[in-house]
């Protein structure tokens, strides 16, 4: 089976960067990614990271070391829309998601 | 942009009573999956769908539940006998099978069991 945890709330302000934490405990490991969601809407995909190292989207980046079984995700230049709850999910072998319980930003004018 | 469409939004049930969920994945992808979160919890994964046949299930998807590819587009959910403990918001989800592209969920369905 699969556990992650993160952290349940962060609250940054407009501009700011903040970094949200995951760490793993799974068997048959192949990859984290990362998921928005607004108010209970559907989640959408932010980011996978199969190697270790930092992989960067825009204003968004994500990083994983393996040897470690964990995992981050680092959101710069904050906006108001960033106001979210942000989930790592780990892949299995099935390609299947095991999710994190996520994390909810609050972004502070 | 492609989308994953889930209908109904809403469904209000009695306990007891069968419910299919639907739900049409974006045409070119591969798998397809079932995930529910309940109310202030993290999503979870009930089951996954390849080449016309369930490829993993979760244990919460046991004998009551089933899933169907009826013909090339749609992809159902069906819960025999609701339980109180089904409520929740239940998403489709499709993948073209490469991890660095992500899944596409739809906006889900608000099951009710009351």
């Known amino acids: 089976g699969q556990s992650l945890e993160q952290p349940s709330e962060v609250t940054a302000v407009e501009g700011a960067i903040v970094q949200i934490n995951c760490t793993y405990q799974t068997s048959g490991f192949y990859g984290l990614s990362w998921y928005q969601q607004h108010d209970g809407g559907a989640p959408t995909f932010l980011s996978y990271?199969?190697?270790?190292g930092l992989e960067e989207t825009g204003r968004f980046s994500s990083f994983l070391s393996r040897s470690d079984s964990y995992g981050y995700l680092l959101l710069q230049e904050l906006q108001m829309k960033d106001s979210a709850s942000y989930f790592c999910a780990a892949t299995g072998s099935a390609r299947q998601l095991t999710f994190g319980s996520g994390t909810q930003l609050t972004v502070l004018p | 942009e492609p989308e994953v469409t889930q209908t109904p939004s809403h469904q209000v049930t009695q306990m007891g009573q069968e419910v299919i969920l639907r739900c049409v994945p974006i045409s070119n992808h591969l798998y397809f999956y079932w995930y529910r979160q309940i109310l202030g919890q993290k999503v979870e994964f009930l089951v996954s769908f390849y080449n016309n046949e369930i490829s993993e299930k979760s244990e919460i998807f046991d004998d009551q539940f089933s899933v169907e590819r009826p013909d090339g587009s749609n992809f159902t959910l069906k819960i025999r006998s609701t339980k109180l403990e089904d409520s929740a918001m239940y998403f489709c989800?499709?993948?073209?099978?490469?991890?660095?592209?992500?899944?596409?969920f739809g906006s889900g369905t608000r099951l009710t069991v009351v």
């Open positions: 990271n199969a190697l270790d």
């Open positions: 989800a499709s993948s073209t099978g490469r991890e660095d592209y992500g899944y596409t």
